[in-house]
């Protein structure tokens, strides 16, 4: 299959789905994007949306391309409807297929659309543009000016981040579900529910004395730019793992 927005050959990816069968899915990393047939995105195990979270940060170094603000279905050629729906974590866009073959979304997108990333606050974009000046659009790639921009000026996409407390909840929880899935062992959903409720009580041991709690996106204060544009997502998101991954 053909990436709708680069035309290059996308990679097929085999996952596991809620049933146990395995579902297929196409991913453009240059792009940052992923083509669900009808409905596949819902059907996808906890499991494989850990998978896909790792891969998307996996994918932070490798060449980027611009998305194109109008595809077409990779499967009849039509062009694709924009369209956006509401989910635990808030609205979130992605391009429908009119004649029902899928749906293409960028990796951003999905992570809004599972309730990892939240949109910044006005007032946090104009406490980032006094060290930041510009960063990298997370969901299409272009450049956003955070003194002049609210939004990102091509695509429109919000200006967003990684929200940690939702990670922890959200990987905790699905980690909890995968075991659940895969087997019915009473030791080893155990261990996964004391491993959510060790990690609960580690970000809480973090707060100083009258913080609020979950002070979310503390390591905003220290981004540095000395590698070029970054991508709060791909930041938020390699900083949530590294802590996932040594637990």
């Not at 261990?191 to 913080?211: K, V």
């Not at 503390?218 to 981004?223: E, R």
């Not at 709060?232 to 949530?240: R, T």
């Amino acid at each position: 299959m053909r990436c709708s927005s680069c035309s290059s050959a996308m990679e097929r990816v085999e996952l596991a789905a809620h049933i146990g069968t395995p579902i297929e899915i196409d991913v453009c990393e240059p792009c940052h994007v992923i083509w669900f047939d009808n409905l596949e995105s819902a059907s996808l195990s906890p499991g494989s949306v850990i998978e896909l979270f790792k891969r998307i940060y996996a994918a932070r170094d490798g060449a980027r391309n611009l998305l194109k603000n109008v595809v077409d279905c990779p499967v009849c050629l039509i062009t694709l409807k924009s369209t956006s729906d509401l989910a635990k974590g808030g609205r979130f866009s992605y391009s429908r297929c009119t004649n029902g073959h899928g749906r293409l979304i960028s990796f951003t997108q999905f992570l809004r659309e599972k309730s990892f990333i939240r949109s910044l606050q006005p007032h946090e974009i104009s406490a980032l543009s006094v060290k930041v000046k510009q960063i990298r659009c997370s969901s299409c790639g272009g450049p956003v000016n955070l003194e002049n921009d609210k939004a990102c000026v091509h695509c429109g996409a919000a200006i967003s981040v990684l929200d940690e407390v939702a990670v922890e909840k959200a990987l905790a929880a699905l980690q909890a579900k995968e075991v659940q899935r895969s087997t019915f062992d009473p030791s080893r959903l155990g261990d996964a529910i004391m491993a959510a409720e060790g990690n609960t009580r580690r970000t809480r041991s973090l707060r100083s004395p009258g913080q609020e709690p979950y002070n979310q996106n503390a390591w905003l204060g220290s981004i540095s730019t000395s590698n070029g544009l970054v991508d709060l997502v791909e930041l938020g998101i390699g900083a949530a793992l590294a802590v996932w991954m040594s637990n």
